[in-house]
């Protein structure tokens, strides 16, 4: 089955404890990013990969790190975490870029940074 | 700089009446558009894209929208609005020179019986 996963979908953590949040994908799509969804500002791109070994920023990337050193795994770093980012979120990916491209999203995981 | 707006943060219904979700969008040249849905404790499902083929867009789940270049507008809308419609709907617009799309604040459909 075609899928993004995600782990773990939940995390109750503290203040600078360095965490790692896994993304996979089986579809051999080469772009891959990185979403953090907050009540009433939808989603916000983190950061994304357009193939291995190429990443980019996207809108809020400060207080992340992530490496893409295999096409399938794009794993979400927080080095020394902080409450402003409990937050729901998604990993997402599609063949080439987005443009026309469906995004397929992992199922989510909910940070919470004490 | 591309933006996208959706009108409405909730929106309530009864099961078997029509639905209408507003979205307008801000593009320097002709924008990619697409409709995701939420539904709880899962990630987004493409509902419908546009691409600068027809204006009318038919999606799953027996959803459409409709470009109107006219009005910077691309509403989703289903005729009849079923329980399992009830979730979050996202407007979004990918962006014109950057490799990133930009997604709307979103509005929670409500269904009521």
């Known amino acids: 089955e075609a899928q993004v996963t995600q782990n773990p979908r939940y995390l109750i953590t503290v203040t600078g404890k360095k965490l790692t949040v896994t993304c996979s994908q089986n579809?051999?799509?080469?772009?891959m990013s990185w979403y953090r969804q907050d009540p009433g500002l939808g989603l916000r791109q983190i950061y994304y990969?357009?193939?291995?070994?190429?990443?980019d920023k996207g809108d809020v990337p400060e207080g992340y790190k992530v490496s893409r050193k295999e096409k399938r795994n794009f794993p979400l770093i927080l080095e020394s975490p902080s409450p402003n980012q409990t937050s729901l979120y998604f990993c997402?990916?599609?063949?080439?870029?987005?443009?026309?491209?469906?995004?397929?999203f992992g199922d989510g995981t909910r940070l919470s940074i004490l | 700089a591309q933006s996208v707006t959706q009108l409405d943060s909730h929106v309530s219904v009864s099961e078997g009446t029509p639905v209408l979700l507003r979205c307008n969008y801000s593009?320097?040249?002709?924008?990619?558009l697409f409709w995701y849905v939420q539904h709880p404790n899962k990630g987004l499902q493409l509902l419908l894209k546009?691409?600068?083929?027809?204006?009318l867009v038919k999606g799953i789940n027996g959803f459409e929208a409709e470009f109107k270049k006219s009005e910077t507008s691309f509403h989703l809308t289903k005729p009849s609005a079923h329980m399992s419609d009830a979730a979050e709907y996202f407007c979004?617009?990918?962006?014109?020179?950057?490799?990133?799309?930009?997604f709307g604040t979103g509005t929670r459909l409500q269904v009521f019986p």
């Open positions: 997402a990916s599609s063949l080439m870029g987005f443009d026309n491209q469906p995004q397929h």
């Open positions: 593009s320097s040249y002709s924008p990619s």
């Open positions: 579809m051999n799509h080469e772009y």
């Open positions: 990969s357009m193939n291995v070994e190429v990443t």
């Open positions: 546009y691409t600068s083929a027809a204006t």
């Open positions: 979004v617009v990918a962006s014109d020179n950057t490799d990133k799309l930009i």
